[in-house]
């Protein structure tokens, strides 16, 4: 094997090059390398991408195949089809041990490919503490269906499990992003019953459709919250999902979400609040206040077990993600990628990335 190969790296805010690297080694027990067999771009890479961050490679979103094992791995074998959770976890500390790895206590824990340390955009990746974060992927799944358990699927899964969705709770999603179809996936897979997407990109909302929604709402055509409160007989939804970062739709979230009910928020970007107001001119039900409802914010679920869960109700629940991918691409031209994946009136959803074609 050569010592060389190329990733996706950021050199500064905003400067992305596809460059040659190091292939990486082992520098832990518990690491595993991996040839990547499928990387994406998220949209937290977008956002990553932006930011004063070392120059590592970028991505934390793959597929690939066991070709190096620390001393300390067990229960793995060279050539496994493998994938990893996004949000690393040690397994260990408090926060692991009872279940909560989003809020892993080692320093190392919680930290993400691509920000700090080289991702998944590359012909090699390293693993850290790949016992508890790495899973085999069963042979009747696609890298396109197991790749989405790394990352987005299983957040859009967390944003519901966290709002404590009942079944035949009523949804309302803002924004249908890769991450926002997702949770309208998820709402269907848990048993939600009124599934309501609001995008304002309209091959997003077709998606949506196809993914589970009932009702599409185009925020730019009409005032939606008054829409969702009259098709919940002024109440407002059970679970208000935010799936985009910003501030208007988190206010319609707010707007939105019935009293008893839940808004659960993607919250990884860091968003700033300025004078936040709850809208109120819309129904005397839903009050100008925030008593009595529940806001939540989700880091993606991680590990092993989380996977494998994940990847079960794949094969089983006969999901279908086939629309989420819309582009494919090799790692080369990777850059192409970025520029369609940061326009909010494309057809891109999720880019398939393959280092080695
Ligand atoms: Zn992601
Ligand atoms: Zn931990």
């Known amino acids: 094997m050569s010592e060389k190969m190329i990733g996706c790296v950021r050199k500064g805010p905003g400067e992305l090059v596809v460059e040659e690297r190091k292939i990486p080694s082992i520098e832990d027990p518990t690491d595993v390398i991996l040839k990547v067999r499928l990387c994406t771009i998220c949209g937290t890479d977008i956002h990553m991408a932006e930011l004063p961050l070392p120059d590592v490679i970028m991505g934390h979103e793959g597929v690939g195949e066991i070709v190096e094992l620390g001393a300390a791995v067990e229960d793995f074998l060279e050539g496994e089809r493998v994938v990893a959770s996004c949000m690393l976890a040690c397994g260990t500390c408090a926060s692991c041990q009872q279940g909560d790895q989003s809020a892993c206590l080692h320093p190392q824990g919680r930290v993400q490919h691509g920000t700090v340390m080289d991702g998944y955009q590359a012909q090699y990746v390293r693993i850290p503490f790949a016992p508890y974060n790495l899973c085999k992927v069963p042979d009747t799944l696609s890298d396109e269906q197991a790749i989405l358990a790394t990352d987005i699927f299983s957040t859009g899964i967390g944003v519901l499990e966290r709002a404590s969705l009942r079944v035949g709770d009523s949804v309302a999603i803002f924004a249908q992003g890769p991450l926002g179809l997702c949770v309208t996936a998820a709402a269907r897979a848990l048993g939600a019953g009124l599934v309501i997407a609001v995008e304002p990109n309209p091959y997003r909302r077709d998606v949506a459709k196809k993914m589970g929604a009932n009702i599409v709402l185009d925020p730019g055509e009409r005032d939606v919250v008054s829409e969702i409160l009259d098709l919940t007989d002024g109440y407002g939804v059970n679970i ?118």
């Open 240 to 357: 208000a999902v935010e799936a985009v970062g910003k501030q208007v739709t988190l206010q319609s979230a707010f707007g939105t979400a019935r009293i008893g009910g839940a808004i659960s928020s993607l919250g990884v970007y860091g968003l700033e609040f300025d004078n936040l107001s709850i809208p109120s001119e819309h129904s005397s039900i839903v009050p100008d206040s925030f008593y009595h409802r529940r806001f939540v914010t989700t880091l993606c679920p991680s590990g092993r077990y989380r996977l494998q869960r994940l990847m079960d109700l794949m094969q089983y629940g006969r999901l279908d993600f086939s629309p989420l991918w819309t582009h494919s691409l090799p790692l080369v031209d990777i850059l192409d990628g970025y520029e369609m994946s940061k326009d909010p009136k494309g057809k891109a959803i999720k880019i398939a990335v393959r280092p080695f074609s």
